[in-house]
């Protein structure tokens, strides 16, 4: 069985640019009780943003990803503006309805 690090180089390896739905679906998918239950998704919003979309059926599986106070779903934020900052794009997370936006954009002074 490959460990997550394998992954990772494999995707980065195929691609100049991560591929961010397959990212976010392992990432999530090793955080839940049931991975099969997870679906994710991703769309292009009228902004030019990507939306992430991330589908989980179980609720307790939902609590995980958002985890304590956001936690969790805030260092999901900091991995995604990390790859937007390196690729040059917007990401949205929406977990279940829930927009995250973890790539603001840059205020002009």
Request: glycine share 8%.
């Amino acid at each position: 069985m490959k460990g997550f690090a394998s992954y990772t180089e494999d995707m980065v390896a195929e691609s100049p640019t991560v591929d961010v739905c397959a990212l976010i679906s392992l990432l999530v998918r090793a955080m839940v009780s049931n991975p099969d239950a997870v679906h994710v998704s991703s769309k292009l919003s009228s902004s030019g943003s990507t939306i992430i979309q991330i589908k989980v059926v179980q609720g307790l599986d939902k609590g995980k990803l958002i985890g304590k106070q956001g936690r969790t779903a805030r260092s999901l934020r900091i991995i995604f503006q990390a790859i937007a900052k390196e690729q040059g794009q917007h990401y949205q997370l929406d977990i279940d309805g829930s927009t995250i936006d973890p790539t603001p954009r840059s205020e002009e002074a």
